[in-house]
């Protein structure tokens, strides 16, 4: 395979159905070749492509599902964890969550992360490269493939900043909604950012109907420059700014995440402070935006030293939100046995090379 040719897993029908008129193929074969590329078949698995129409395609394009290169699942709630494998050898991480309301994906946009926070294992290491839209798209075919079950709903919280892939992640948007493939709409899917701000502006443009997830993590510029080197480029109330212009352009609510870290941000006067800032920032007589902001106890990462805040220092965290009009949840934590959280299975995995 020449991983210097155009990926299959990456185009559109349209795109499909040029790349068959340049090699001489009808039409329609660009729709049976996107439809069954999504359902996870390779060229070669499909049998109402002849054998010269695949010799043609495989000159001109390329094509690479992730392998599953590990797979963990927890005996406690069947969270499964994947480590991809990419063409180029590389590795990513995904995780499958199961719910009530049907199967959740958290996938990976790019080999590693430069975003640098403090409490994250995937950015140990640095960013290698971005994944390409068939990549994205790929992990959500193949943990399909693999489980043999329908995923609904996709989160964007893995390995990498999905905005620091911005044109692949558009692409990937438009790719997992096609009704012809997937067939994701775009309601059932979260991006979460660490704060890019000027591709915060660019996506309110996109008329997307994604959830936005911002991963604030503290509530005033000192606390969070220190644990999120983002913060030293684009600050609080600059971020604050985004967060109210996207709302008012998009009409789509905005998810907070705070990640709770012992003797860092969990006390009860970090709680006030975060409310205050909330209220404040997108609570004006312009602005009826509903908050919500997601608790999260941080995940123990070796390297880090972070410690997760206690229950009861979590509970205060919440209920004192909650005082000052704040909706705020605790995220559950699924496949505790296995290390759900993105970036460890790739560390491990690389130490061990």
Not at 73 to 101: Q, R
Not at 217 to 224: L, P
Request: proline share 3%; with cysteine; charged share 25%.
């Amino acid at each position: 395979m020449n991983n210097n040719l155009p990926s299959l897993l990456s185009m559109s029908r349209e795109e499909l159905c040029e790349l068959m008129i340049s090699i001489g193929e009808p039409k329609y074969r660009a729709e049976q070749l996107f439809v069954q590329l999504h359902r996870g078949l390779s060229p070669d698995e499909m049998t109402n492509i002849g054998k010269a129409t695949r010799e043609k395609l495989a000159a001109v394009a390329s094509y690479h599902l992730p392998r599953p290169k590990r797979r963990l699942v927890s005996a406690i709630d069947g969270t499964v964890k994947y480590l991809f494998e990419l063409a180029d050898g590389n590795c990513v991480e995904s995780v499958v969550m199961k719910y009530e309301h049907g199967n959740t994906i958290c996938i990976s946009s790019q080999v590693g992360c430069r975003m640098g926070c403090k409490f994250c294992a995937s950015t140990i290491g640095g960013k290698v490269r971005d994944l390409d839209a068939g990549e994205l798209l790929g992990q959500v075919i193949a943990a399909q493939k693999d489980s043999n079950e329908r995923i609904s709903n996709i989160v964007m919280m893995g390995i990498g900043e999905p905005l620091d892939n911005y044109d692949n992640v558009l692409k990937f948007l438009r790719l997992v909604g096609d009704e012809k493939g997937i067939c994701i709409g775009q309601r059932h899917i979260s991006l979460s950012t660490c704060g890019i701000v000027p591709k915060i502006y660019e996506l309110a443009k996109e008329n997307l109907q994604i959830t936005l997830s911002i991963s604030l993590h503290a509530a005033d510029d000192t606390t969070r420059s220190a644990i999120m080197p983002v913060n030293n480029k684009w600050g609080v109330e600059e971020l604050m700014r985004a967060c109210k212009d996207y709302y008012s352009a998009s009409g789509r609510r905005i998810s907070f995440e705070y990640t709770l870290i012992s003797g860092k941000n969990d006390s009860r006067k970090s709680a006030l402070a975060l409310a205050e800032l909330l209220n404040r920032s997108l609570r004006t007589r312009s602005s009826t935006m509903p908050i919500h902001v997601n608790l999260i106890p941080v995940n123990e990462v070796e390297e880090t030293g972070f410690v997760r805040a206690d229950d009861s220092a979590i509970r205060t965290f919440a209920k004192t939100l909650e005082s000052k009009g704040i909706r705020a949840t605790v995220r559950r934590k699924l496949g505790a046995d296995i290390n759900a959280s993105c970036g460890q299975l790739r560390r491990a995995d690389g130490k061990e090379l």
